[in-house]
């Protein structure tokens, strides 16, 4: 028989690795941005903190997944499927966070080079952050009848 452990924190670790993965991408590209305007000689816009910090929602999108699937109190049985649904849910939501952070890197880049449209690179970064909402919505929903 599986362990339950391991099936209630698959969605956490999977979104978390995202997140990890997303920050470190938007991380390198605002102290890029950071790097440049130093060196000209020009304010560092603090901003850009925005972008790098984004991704790290889907963590707790994980967590209240993992901690909708351990309360659903579902027989020994389901731990499979419950394995599966946190493993597949995790990772969009980590795909989610990963290219949030993509994203996020191009929005530090071009914010910081213009100075312009701050707006617009958070709107899109709230359009990615909805895949991750969604997973988490949509299979927290399922989860009586779907196990």
């Known amino acids: 028989m599986i362990s339950g452990f391991g099936d209630f924190s698959i ?6 690795v995202g997140s990890a993965l997303g920050t ?26 925005a972008f790098v910090g984004a991704p ?6 994980g967590m209240i997944l993992r ?3 351990q309360g659903a109190n579902l027989p020994p049985e389901t731990y499979l499927q419950q394995l599966l649904v946190g493993l597949f849910a995790g990772f ?3 795909m989610s966070a990963y290219m949030q952070g993509k994203a996020g890197a191009k929005a530090a880049d071009a914010l910081a080079e213009t100075g312009k449209g701050f707006g617009n690179y958070i709107m899109v ?11 988490m919505v949509f299979t927290m929903t399922a989860l009586p009848s779907g196990l």
């Open 11 to 16: 969605s956490l670790a999977l979104a978390a």
């Open 24 to 49: 470190g991408v938007a991380g390198l590209s605002a102290i890029g941005a950071w790097k440049r305007a130093f060196a000209q000689n020009k304010a560092a816009p603090f901003i850009l903190v």
């Open 56 to 61: 790290l929602s889907q963590t707790i999108y």
């Open 67 to 69: 901690n909708a699937i």
């Open 92 to 94: 969009a939501m980590g």
């Open 125 to 135: 970064l709230g359009v990615i952050e909805t895949v991750a909402l969604f997973v």
